[in-house]
């Protein structure tokens, strides 16, 4: 897990439990009936709410009254010259929690006793990450955010090969609070709270790409402790990264060398064969042909839309129950919650937005009840994977799991 609280003291114990006084927010309506509330928190990092339709939250927001260290400087990349690779090296991220008590949980509303990230109650949270592995500096001042020492000077300069080079890790991490629940995921959510949350995941790629320096933007859940999870709490993670991910990077590679339109013929053609977990009018689940892990799933939208901020309101729509149903069909395959990386690859910022689609690409080392797959020397040294599951199988299993479940129960009300 990757996130790092931020952790300090009040001038009053009981200050940012019983505060009072109104934090300034910026108020916007988005799509679905969902309300956007933008604030600050004590240090100036950003903290969005984002309001169910009809929700129960009032509309007021506490201060966040805590007395906070200063944030760390921002990280340094280095550059992997056999690779092309960069990696941050960000040291203050070492502090971070570990599977704290529901007492301390530094994702849930604060309370007297708990001087957590959060100060008032909500129904979806988005605040920056306190230890980022990227940010707060950007390549130029912006907000609160102050101009790095050493930014990249674009894909170019990030491209160049060279020993020894080095860049300040530019861009931003934010923390998706789900529900403020103090267990769960986001398949534990109702359909309406999955909209919300699909409309803040729409709202934060736009903000997020709109930094300067930011070249592409992911959201993602890591979810159970076998996947390194630190918090039990619902949520999950954005990172809006400098550069052009590694699995990016290949993905550009081959549809370079097969054609501008290779993730439609891919999706064509999952979509006719025995792969096939879950179809809707705009989105289709299946196992890849060559799946790597034992539990392996790609959802993908049937046009073409490089990311979140561009899903129609019906594609965002039937998104939210059809994405549940899948991860409530995941935990259907054994007695205990499955772990997995839910990963929501999207288009670069700036470059292959016309070529490359946004997707879901989910994983779980899970092989068994009680076994995992652990990656050792012949797919950790080399990445040349073997996997112990047929995909035809997987699948099977899966569609069986899928369909044991009960639909998610959708809103009385129309959310869009």
Known sequence: MDFD?????????DRAGTATTVAATTVTALGAGVIRRSTRLADGRDLVYYDDPGTSVGPERRIDARILDPRPETATMRQDVLSG????????RQSRVMMPGADADPLAPQSSANPSEVPSRYDVAVFENRSPAFGPALTRAIGAAPTAADPPHGLGDLEELGLGRTRSSVGRCEVVCF?????????TLTVTR??????????????????PGVEQVFPFENRGEAIGVTLPHPHGQIYAYPYVTPRTQRLRASIASAGPDLLAR???REQRSERVVLQGEHWTAFVPFAARWPLEVQLLPHRHVPDFSELSAAERDELAPLYLRLLRGVDALYDTPTPYIAAWHQAPVRADRDTIRMRLELTSPRRAADKLKFLAGSEAAMSAWTSEVLPEDAAARLRDAIASVPEPA???????
């Open 5 to 13: 609280p931020a952790w300090g003291t009040s001038a009053d114990p």
């Open 85 to 92: 690779d960069w990696i941050t090296f960000a040291t203050a």
């Open 179 to 187: 529900s403020p629940e103090p267990a769960g995921s986001f398949g």
């Open 194 to 211: 999955a909209r919300t949350v699909i409309e803040a995941w729409a709202d934060r790629t736009s903000a997020l790409s709109a930094l």
């Open 266 to 268: 891919v999706l064509e």
């Open 410 to 416: 959708r809103p009385e009300r129309a959310t869009s």
